[in-house]
């Protein structure tokens, strides 16, 4: 108990003094993080909505796979990524392994389909009288859509939050195609993995408090938006 | 101005509307009335262009509206309310610039539309509140202006205050007549509520089994049923089978149960019907004098007092033929009238509406 309490408190010191090493792991974290859920957004959102507003054959078996993979498992994704982006894979070419690029692509293809599930959960929710209502008043294609992700938008942002919240807290893809180097691709949760395994328990909490500072912000911050 | 023609619709084999036809002319309030289940709102979705019907077709001054995209300018001028009154999650002044902000008007344009709307539904100074948190009756007010405020030719309502309270209804009604009246705005809208297509409609459509079985002025309907499921519902509670026997005098005398009836009628002699008489036009004394200008006397035997609040439907019987007639509360105590008391019941010849005997007959 004592050692947490001495740990949270070092934890605490490192993050007032600003240590080079702990922001440097934090702003590249976020980084890879926003850039992932931002790539993420602009595929899931519309393929939810294609998915949800056309009527096609193995719709529903399509939802289904797509809710299957909300539990896809990142050492997975990890080896799947590590698989097209090698040398000899079929994207060696672009040289993204053990590059943040590489934990981009990972990352995104991880929460693409909770993003996506949960997009289409969202506009399914809508009340089917807003539908008719969005329809009788004329809307054209784009308007239908806009009005709906509009009414949606709650829910859209939750879907955001926990693509946002699955990307900056996994390990498994982050260390299989970054590989954890050094002021290259360390991330927190990377660096958390490597500091406890080398005893450093003080910095992995204090690495471990930010991680859990940057979930609470972003979702202070987007109960703020929606309560306005 | 609206011509629908031989319209079907089919849900997975079952027919929820069956060749339906009618003709809406420009400026009228159209009333759809029936009961619950009966395709109303399915011929409304057809009409407000949110469905395709499985056969005919709805012509809108002339021209075939049933298969249009859903980008053709025609939707724009057909406004629809809908049953269940829901709000977008917005503040009331984007709940009700939604459709000008999809015609591209401008801001300023936009903000004057909206304050005068929200004047004319009562609404002023509301614009900022959030929407999902109005009553039932405000939020179909916003319905309402929503519409409006696109100023469609036509306005389409699905039972608009099968929901609401008296008041609200109340409110809603005086803007559907103002919207007409003052706007010219053709009105179609449906209603299990016979009494507001009453207080509204220019004219009305009896909507059964998926048919139109008839339309006409409110009054024809309610005057002259022309089969005995609408007789029911509009709530005529004497509906007996009879054969027209001979003619006096150019009307008909009707045997039902073994009791003669007088009846303004053309229906020949030996033509079986059905006779529909409303409670309200008996009369019911226990004195000998008082039913000398009517046509019909009946002598029974009360059979039960049914209360209606003020009013009451006393139950006669006179050998088989049972009859129901209207008193008032006060009369029941002043003629003691209770099960096993002898009264006279009278209705004139015109009070008696003979109809075919075969149901479902279609009468337009």
Redesign the interface.
Known sequence: MNDLLTGIQTAIGLILVADPEVLNITFRTLQITFSSVLLSTIIAIPLGSAITFRNFHGKKTLISLIQTLYALPTVIVGLLCYMLLSRSGPLGELRWLFTPNGMIFGQTILIIPIMTGLSIAALQAI?P??T??????????L??LR?HL??A??AIMAAIIVGFSRAISEVGTAIMIGGNIKGHTRVLTTAISLQTSMGNFNLSLALGIILLAIALVINLFMGFVQNR | MIDIRNLTKEFDGNYVLTDVSETIRKGEIFAIIGPSGQGKTTLLRILGLLERPTSGQVLLEGRSITHLSDNDPVRRRIGMVFQNHVAFKDSVYNNIAIGLRYRGFGKDEIKKKILQKLDEIGLAGYENRKATTLSGGEKQRVSLARVMVTGPDILILDEPTANLDPVSTEVIEDLIRYYNKELGTTVLMSTHDLIQGQRLADRVAVMMNGRFIQSGTIFDVFTRPCSVDVAKFIGIGNILPGKVIRKEDGISVILTHGVEIFAIGENPVGTRVKVAIRPEEITLHTGPDRWSSARNVIFGTVTGVRPFGIISLIGVKSGDLHLSAQVTWQSIHELDLKPGVQVVLSFKAPSVHLMPEENHHECR
């Open positions: 009340d009288v807003i008719d209502t969005i329809r009788s008043l004329g809307a054209s294609r308007q239908f009005s509009r009414e938008r709650f």
